[in-house]
């Protein structure tokens, strides 16, 4: 019987424990899609205790401690931090078999050195233990990424971000790139009319710039789009239920920008319209650019309309959507690369039903301009946890070329995240390390090292040419 979480953990074969520690354990990291707030990186944060820096935020340990009876005071309510934390201590031992176990327990080794397991009885011990430890200096934000050998890292910001955090950060020398990646949700969701006439209130203040036509609006935009490029910023991101590619003209799309700025009702067909035009001008954009564009696809969002209210969104009540995917997603794609102007593009699909749908969609647009132009992005969200992983590896690797993947990110808001990615390569080895010990693949560790390193940071290094 193995110990927990021990040097061999998730690697069953001499092989995959050989790949691992020889050739991913020390590759650096490239964080290229996360949500962590770029003002705690700027001000390199110090934390006082460890539910500011692992609870706070982290909608995962909130619907786990919901689901386990917490009450909501302890969980994003005003309770003291020592109370929060012993409320999630009682939770993690009902969370075997959730990738949270795994999670929990790896972040206090890695970043403590803390091996006791987290429960009710040690729960003031850790919370002690590691507020100590967060007192000191390489524990603030830049020692933390430090510690995981992170090389660089790209936050989520709307297009009206002044991006003053990123600027300062290179002014003064960080020592860490963190870039900003175009994220302009916002800009095209009528669903609440006057919620969206606000944010062309605040565009058109930003850009200075009067706001009343369409056109206008595409010029505010475009002015971001060209100032984060001055900042930048090579990326961009969109949070979709799904790729919208519905037929529409100029003066439909003029006609339902009018509509929306005088709050007028807009229907699900204008909405999808309005959607499918921004979405390609974006496109375009990126293009011309030379951005990569990202589309994270597949999650219905904002299921509890009263906690919706009382919180808001991004606070763990959410869930994997049922949406066709397919044929539109096709379409804009085709689109786009009959005009030439397909950017490098990352498609993150939330749906283990869609893997395959996915998989097979990027070979279709994959031109032998660039190795990998076309992306099936990494396991996401719902899907970042053993089974969610060995599905999307197993998927690209039958209907693909892994050896071609961009790897893992955290997509997360905790700076205590990093060890997903040990996570991952730990899992990818396996796969590797089984089938090599299968006769399935050869017994070549110098190439099969150098296709693992390859997913773990060369890949993502050559196609973001942030370095």
Excluded at 41 to 55: C, G, H, P, S, Y
Excluded at 348 to 363: F, K, R, S
């Amino acid at each position: 019987m193995k110990d927990f979480l021990d040097r061999q953990f998730l690697l069953n074969t001499k092989t995959a424990q050989a790949l691992y520690h020889d050739y991913a354990a020390n590759m650096p990291i490239i964080d290229y899609h996360c949500h962590l707030p770029p003002q705690q990186i700027a001000e390199n944060k110090r934390f006082d205790n460890i539910t500011q820096v692992w609870l706070n935020g982290d909608h995962y340990k909130w619907r786990a401690m919901r689901t386990n009876g917490v009450d909501e005071s302890y969980i994003t309510g005003d309770k003291p931090d020592r109370e929060k934390f012993r409320k999630w201590a009682e939770t993690v031992p009902y969370t075997l078999r959730n990738p949270l176990y795994h999670w929990t327990h790896l972040e206090l080794r890695r970043y403590f050195g803390i091996s006791k397991l987290l429960g009710p009885d040690t729960a003031d011990h850790i919370f002690d233990e590691t507020r100590e430890k967060l007192k000191s200096p390489e524990y603030r934000v830049r020692g933390l990424l430090e510690r995981m050998n992170v090389k660089v890292i790209c936050t989520t910001d709307d297009p009206l971000d002044t991006l003053d955090n990123h600027r300062a950060m290179a002014e003064k020398g960080f020592g860490l790139p963190v870039y900003p990646a175009f994220r302009p949700d916002a800009a095209m969701d009528l669903s609440d009319t006057v919620k969206f006439n606000g944010y062309v209130s605040r565009l058109a203040g930003a850009t200075n710039r009067p706001i009343s036509h369409f056109t206008d609006f595409i010029r505010a935009l475009n002015d971001r789009h060209d100032f984060f490029a001055t900042m930048g910023c090579t990326v961009s991101d969109h949070g979709l239920e799904e790729i919208y590619a519905d037929d529409y003209t100029d003066d439909d799309i003029d006609r339902i920008f009018k509509a929306a700025i005088d709050n007028d009702p807009i229907s699900p067909r204008e909405h999808r319209q309005f959607k499918s035009a921004m979405l390609y001008l974006f496109a375009q954009w990126d293009a011309d650019k030379g951005w990569v564009q990202q589309y994270h696809l597949g999650a219905l969002r904002n299921n509890n309309a009263r906690m919706m209210r009382k919180l808001g969104p991004d606070t763990g009540w959410d869930s994997i959507g049922d949406f066709s995917q397919g044929r539109a997603l096709s379409a804009f794609l085709d689109r786009l690369d009959q005009n030439d102007q397909l950017a490098k593009t990352i498609v993150y699909n939330l749906n283990p039903a869609d893997n395959e749908l996915m998989a097979t969609m990027i070979g279709n647009f994959n031109d032998g301009s660039i190795p990998g132009k076309v992306q099936f992005g990494s396991a996401w969200w719902f899907l970042d946890q053993k089974d969610g992983m060995t599905k999307q590896i197993n998927a690209l690797s039958n209907m693909g070329l892994l050896s071609r993947f961009v790897g893992m990110l955290t997509d997360s808001r905790s700076f205590l995240s990093f060890p997903r990615h040990e996570y991952f390569r730990r899992l990818l080895c396996d796969l590797f390390g089984t089938e090599v010990e299968n006769g399935e693949l050869p017994n070549d560790q110098k190439w099969i090292g150098q296709v693992i390193q390859d997913i773990c940071y060369n890949n993502a290094n050559r196609y973001f040419g942030w370095e």
